[in-house]
Nanobody, 126 residues
Framework: QVQLVESGGGSVQAGGSLRLSCAAS????????MAWFRRAPGKEREGVAL????????YTVDSVRGRFTISQDNDKNTAYLQMNSLRPEDTGMYYC???????????????????WGQGTQVTVSS
């Protein structure tokens, strides 16, 4: 059974950077979609970025576009989220997820992801 394990979270000051990693362990995952979600304190979980694993197509939401970059290393079965110019509003628990998407392809919708990591905390102070 495939498991997703996130790492790389921590506490940084505004303007700083972090790189989150999501390693797939167990049987090699063949999920079409890999994504990062986050849950800020007192808010619902929201999608941040996704990558279509077979094509390398990426998408980031407006609030992080230009600052966050999602990527993958197929040889290592690992996805990454490079986060630059961090802001206090980026604070939250970050989760990676894997899924096969829908007939519409990969989207940032919780229900379309079957595998979830345990989360890694990101705290950005002003």
């Amino acid at each position: 059974q495939v498991q997703l394990v996130e790492s790389g979270g921590g506490s940084v000051q505004a303007g700083g950077s972090l790189r989150l990693s999501c390693a797939a362990s167990g049987h090699t995952s063949s999920s079409k979609c890999m994504a990062w979600f986050r849950r800020a304190p007192g808010k619902e979980r929201e999608g941040v970025a996704l990558i279509v694993t077979g094509r390398g197509f990426t998408y980031t939401v407006d609030s992080v576009r230009g600052r966050f970059t999602i990527s993958q290393d197929n040889d290592k079965n690992t996805a990454y989220l490079q986060m630059n110019s961090l802001r206090p509003e980026d604070t939250g628990m970050y989760y990676c997820a894997a899924g096969d998407g829908s007939f519409m392809g990969c989207r940032l919708r919780d229900a379309e992801y079957k595998l979830w990591g345990q989360g890694t905390q990101v705290t950005v102070s002003s």
